[in-house]
């Protein structure tokens, strides 16, 4: 009998060779004619192939052998029939031998199983396979934590930990804290602590500003209400009735208060002709007063910018070859306005420096009337009460 062997991985084939009948009676006592029998295969364990030289099945190096075992930059492990996708700050460690396995190390050869034996599968799980040899433990890098089956995943610290104060979002490998409006991230990036949004700027508020865990809030001196977010609006006491006078005063609004004045403002040797109007009808009594006075009452804010208009004074009447002057005749001793001629008929009061408040002013302008004809003048006079409030809004 001779045997025809083929290279490893080939079927072998027999075929029987009758030499002489004499021969093989000597050599067998019975002579069987043989057939031909089938041919013999190896099959390895998914992630082998058989290795024909040493004839026995050989671990596959997958990370050698596909450029894009591992993906989203994870590192490939080879591994007994497998391999492995892991972060690349992942670390392996065989716990039968106790020692680091390396990227990519060449695994040990496993011995070819006939299909007579029963095979043991690999097991199988995302991201590569490990083999039936050896119990692995896989350290995985902060953020994330292995699995029951040796894979590296993202730790959802949110949910396990619940690290934030506030919100939080989780990530690959890590997490991220968020705050309330109104809060802003401490430095340890988990804590939240209040934004004090008054520090910001002064125009915040247009009085003051006041915060407040997460939020501010502006508020407004005595007189005033808030309008909008910000800007304070004076409070007309004297529209509201929220005022004190009596009934023979008259209320007077200004920014921020208000004031009570007489009705009747007139004082001897002048009686009320009408609202606000004084005149003297006795010529002995008032021999050198102006002949009569017209009261008027106005109110503007604190430290306005200057130079300002703030009254104008006007004739009521006008006559032919008549001349008119003006002037300041009395409460301007710190110079703080000046009277400015606009026409024949009118003046403008011009407020030169800023003032403060809440204070008074009581500022006499008189007008004198030259006739050219007649050759004789007369006055007469306004008294203006200005009432400064207390800030310049």
Request: aromatic share 8%; proline share 7%.
């Amino acid at each position: 009998m001779a045997r025809h062997v083929p290279w490893p991985g080939h079927h072998v084939t027999v075929n029987m060779l009758w030499i002489c009948v004499g021969l093989l009676a000597a050599l067998f006592p019975v002579v069987v004619p043989q057939e031909t029998q089938e041919p013999i295969s190896y099959s390895c364990t998914e992630g082998y192939e058989y290795d024909s030289v040493r004839e026995q099945c050989k671990d596959i190096d997958e990370c050698a052998l596909l450029d894009d075992a591992c993906k989203g930059g994870m590192q490939c492990i080879n591994h007994f029939g497998g391999y492995l996708c892991l972060p690349k700050s992942a670390v392996i460690v065989i716990s039968k031998e106790g020692e680091e396995m390396p990227p990519r190390e060449p695994a040990a050869p496993v011995p070819a199983v006939p299909p007579s034996q029963p095979q043991r599968p690999a097991r199988v799980f995302p991201g590569g396979r490990v083999s039936q040899t050896g119990r692995m433990t896989v350290r995985c890098s902060a953020g994330f934590v292995a699995d029951e089956q040796n894979v590296c995943r993202d730790a959802n610290e949110c949910d396990t930990q619940n690290p934030c104060q506030h919100h939080c979002y989780n990530l690959i490998g890590s997490f991220l804290c968020q705050c309330d409006q109104g809060h802003e991230l401490a430095p340890d990036l988990v804590s939240c602590q209040d934004i004090n949004e008054c520090s910001f700027s002064s125009y915040m508020c247009q009085y003051q500003c006041i915060n407040s865990p997460g939020s501010y809030s502006c508020e407004c001196p005595e007189g005033y209400q808030l309008q909008g977010n910000r800007l304070c609006q004076d409070v007309n006491e004297c529209e509201t009735g929220t005022h004190n006078c009596q009934d023979d005063e008259m209320c007077w609004n200004y920014y921020g208060g208000f004031r009570c004045y007489p009705r009747n403002p007139c004082e001897a040797p002048y009686t009320q002709s009408s609202e606000n109007r004084c005149i003297c009808r006795s010529q002995t009594e008032c021999q050198g007063l102006p002949p009569s006075i017209v009261y008027k009452y106005m109110s503007i804010q604190a430290e306005r910018p200057v130079p300002a208009d703030i009254f104008q004074i006007q004739a009521t009447s006008t006559y032919v070859n008549t001349q008119n002057n003006f002037r300041i005749k009395a409460g301007n001793e710190a110079g703080d306005f000046f009277l400015r001629r606009s026409s024949n008929v009118s003046a403008m009061l011009v407020l030169t420096k800023p003032l403060s408040g809440p204070r008074e002013y009581v500022v006499d302008l008189e007008m004198i009337t030259h006739h050219l004809i007649m050759n004789y003048h007369s006055s007469s006079l306004l008294r203006l009460t200005i009432i400064v409030g207390a800030y310049a809004f």
